[in-house]
């Protein structure tokens, strides 16, 4: 029991870092933040991965409104005990896609942050393993 404890406060602290971080995110997009929204002009030789993402996310408001929801509505789960696994996949696969979209249009240092939210994401997942070999476990083998 008493080696439970640190662990215990541990992952509280992954799940309030990556729900702070996430609520912020998913917040600013919610409020109409982080995209180009607007008029636009666009040329490939003057513009770099960064802006070209946020333009094209910023095409439409109703999509860049949807992502900021993927992200605030799981963020808000991980407040919660009882919804802290599914708050946490959900997470995991916008962590996933933040990361190798961050990778693959080279952004700035913020690469490695959205890397360590998705691993953050996946330790909580992984922390509740029996939830995770439920949602696994093929029900007909139990047969």
Not at 8 to 36: D, E, I
Request: glycine letters at 6%; aromatic letters at 16%; proline letters at 4%.
């Amino acid at each position: 029991m008493i080696w439970t404890r640190p662990k215990s406060k541990a992952v509280l602290a992954v799940r309030l870092l990556v729900a702070a971080v996430f609520l912020a995110y998913g917040s600013v997009k919610l409020l109409g933040g982080q995209y180009h929204y607007g008029d636009w002009t666009i040329s490939k030789s003057t513009v770099d991965g960064t802006s070209l993402v946020w333009a094209f996310y910023g095409y439409s408001p109703f999509y860049g409104r949807v992502t900021g929801l993927f992200e605030f509505i799981p963020a808000a789960m991980l407040l919660f005990r009882r919804t802290t696994f599914v708050g946490a996949a959900a997470l995991f696969a916008v962590g996933l896609n933040i990361t190798l979209m961050d990778f693959a249009f080279d952004y700035p240092f913020v690469k490695y942050l959205a890397a360590c939210y998705t691993i953050l994401c996946a330790v909580l997942v992984l922390h509740d393993k029996p939830k995770l070999t439920a949602v696994l476990r093929d029900p007909a083998a139990d047969a």
